[in-house]
């Protein structure tokens, strides 16, 4: 049976490299945009050009009044789109940059962090939980801020962090329903992400690259095709780790 995946924050960056590489491994996909309605539907056409279906909803990620109504727009997708009541995968990706040293941090700044990357992950993971098969996939996204400190990350880093240990848990306590959940860390992307400092800025993206192994930041495609495939049979057995995917960052 064909597999179909929620990929959180899908229009750009990172999710929408991930919902493309799961197209490619021929499953279906539900993507979410807050504001990318064009961009969303730009992924959905490229996915189903490729054979696979595709549906695109709306979604604050920070704002968990409005999940409720997304878990019914997912119920209602899959019973239209599919004629099923559950889906596979989770990729909780969606998030945003928002940086400042410790001591010039504000409480709106920090509030924004904790609501879209850990109290939503949270929350939206509880919502979605009974609408998911088990046998399932959870991937939740970090950082390798995480292991490797950079001034100004600092709260974001937190954030982070406290996504790697809420993956622990979940593990733990949806293991009797053979869903596996884990935590992908990306070092850092070219993308528009944190207004596309390390894409855009020659001096930013020069750090990180001095800083990395290969020699060089990352870009999208070093890290949907391996979400995508972590959420394959071939890593069924891979559970409750943080998995790096940074090309050495920080080494």
Excluded at 9 to 23: H, Q
Excluded at 115 to 133: D, E, I, R, S, Y
Excluded at 161 to 168: D, F, I, N, P
């Amino acid at each position: 049976m064909t597999t179909i995946a929620i990929v959180t924050g899908a229009s750009r960056g990172l999710g929408r490299s991930t919902a493309l590489a799961i197209a490619r491994h021929g499953g279906d996909v539900i993507i979410t945009y807050q504001t990318r309605a064009e961009d969303a539907r730009s992924v959905v056409a490229d996915i189903q050009a490729m054979g696979r279906k595709a549906v695109a909803l709306p979604l604050d990620a920070g704002d968990i009044t409005g999940f409720p109504s997304f878990t019914e727009a997912v119920k209602t997708a899959l019973r239209d789109t599919w004629r099923r009541d559950t889906f596979d995968h989770l990729v909780n990706n969606a998030g945003h940059g928002d940086y400042a040293p410790i001591a010039h941090t504000t409480e709106a700044q920090f509030d924004r962090l904790v609501n879209v990357h850990f109290k939503g992950v949270f929350f939206l993971t509880q919502a979605l939980l009974p609408h998911m098969a088990d046998g399932g996939r959870i991937v939740n996204l970090s950082s390798g801020l995480t292991r490797v400190s950079f001034p100004g990350y600092a709260a974001y880093a937190a954030v982070k962090g406290a996504v790697e240990v809420l993956s622990h848990y979940l593990a733990k306590e949806l293991g009797g329903r053979g869903i596996a959940v884990n935590t992908v860390a990306p070092g850092a992307i070219e993308t528009d992400f944190g207004g596309g400092a390390v894409r855009d800025d020659p001096q930013v993206n020069g750090i990180f690259a001095a800083m990395t192994a290969l020699g060089r930041a990352g870009l999208p495609d070093d890290i949907g095709p391996m979400i995508a495939s972590l959420l394959g049979e071939d890593h069924r057995w891979v559970n409750a780790q943080r998995i790096e995917v940074s090309g050495g960052q920080g080494i």
